[in-house]
């Protein structure tokens, strides 16, 4: 690439980072629902293209992932929020849902990969916008069959989307009777279990040289992950503070116009060029 390139790279990587950190700070959504269409639209621009360039934006969301879900669970811990026996019953069901995504991902065409996060996107958007607080299924987790059937759904849905446990796991464990502020914070531990095996696996796929940045391992770009990180733990403090200054439930709601805008876009480019 040349320098020019490089710099405009970095550059956009930079708004896209500091853009999910505030974003997941102020809303308690994982950056991963922002991070996988940014980066695809910011990788092709820059003329990355071909049939595997969504796996690129998944594994290098996930790989982000790891970092941010590890430093919200020791924050929540520090404070008593996480429900460690949630996370040691659903921890081996996420896990293996999660390698089975990464296997599928890796299988899949960009445009498939595309459809399915426009449609999965689509509905966290809905439930984001529709979604009331005390909306209830039952008042106790499920536990046996209910469970193996679930937790592998969980952790395969978001690796296929790129994200973290937060989009699936806080509506899940909230319409299970889980306490809004426990749920975020054992949602988190979801993003550990998912990120972790999901990133080994994707650093073993190999992409087309059209798809593949500079210094790419795999299918992760390491310097689109460490800009982001860096700008992340910039810009997340902030956008926690302006939540604690701002009614968060309005702003739940626009976010999930926006993204139902985002979904509506990628599927718009996928069916109709």
């Known amino acids: 690439m040349e320098p020019t390139a490089v710099l405009a790279m970095l550059g956009l990587l930079a708004v896209i980072g500091a853009f999910a950190g505030v974003l997941a700070g102020l809303l308690g959504v994982g950056g991963g629902i922002v991070l996988v269409p940014a980066f695809f639209y910011a990788f092709q621009s820059l003329g990355f293209d071909g049939d595997k360039l969504m796996q690129l934006c998944l594994a290098t969301s996930l790989a982000t992932i790891i970092v941010t879900s ?4 020791q924050s929540h811990h520090r404070k008593g ?4 026996d949630i996370l040691r019953g659903w921890g081996p069901g996420i896990a293996i849902g999660a390698v089975i995504g990464v296997l599928a991902a890796a299988a899949l065409r960009s445009d498939a990969l595309q459809a399915l996060f426009g449609i999965l996107a689509m509905v966290i958007g809905l439930y984001l916008s529709l979604g009331r607080s005390d909306w209830r299924i039952a008042e106790a987790m499920p536990t046996g069959p209910v469970r ?7 952790g ?5 989307m790129g994200i973290g446990g937060g989009s699936f796991g ?13 749920a975020v914070a054992t949602a988190a531990g979801f993003g550990v279990i998912i990120a972790v095996p999901s990133v080994i696996g994707f650093l073993l796929v190999s992409l087309p040289a059209e798809t ?3 210094l790419t391992i795999g299918a992760v770009n390491l ?16 956008g926690a503070r302006l939540a604690h200054a701002t009614d968060a439930g309005p702003l739940k709601r626009i976010f999930g116009i926006f ?15």
């Open 212 to 214: 593949r940045p500079p």
């Open 170 to 182: 806080v509506p899940l464990m909230t319409l299970y009777g889980r306490p809004i502020h426990r």
């Open 259 to 273: 993204l139902l805008l985002v979904a509506a876009n990628m599927l718009r480019r996928v069916w109709f060029g």
């Open 156 to 160: 395969f849905l978001s690796v296929l």
């Open 223 to 238: 310097p689109a992950f460490a800009v982001v990180i860096a700008m992340t733990l910039i810009t997340a403090p902030l």
């Open 148 to 154: 193996w059937l679930l937790s592998p759904l969980v």
């Open 70 to 73: 590890l430093r919200s669970v």
């Open 81 to 84: 929020a996480v429900d460690w």
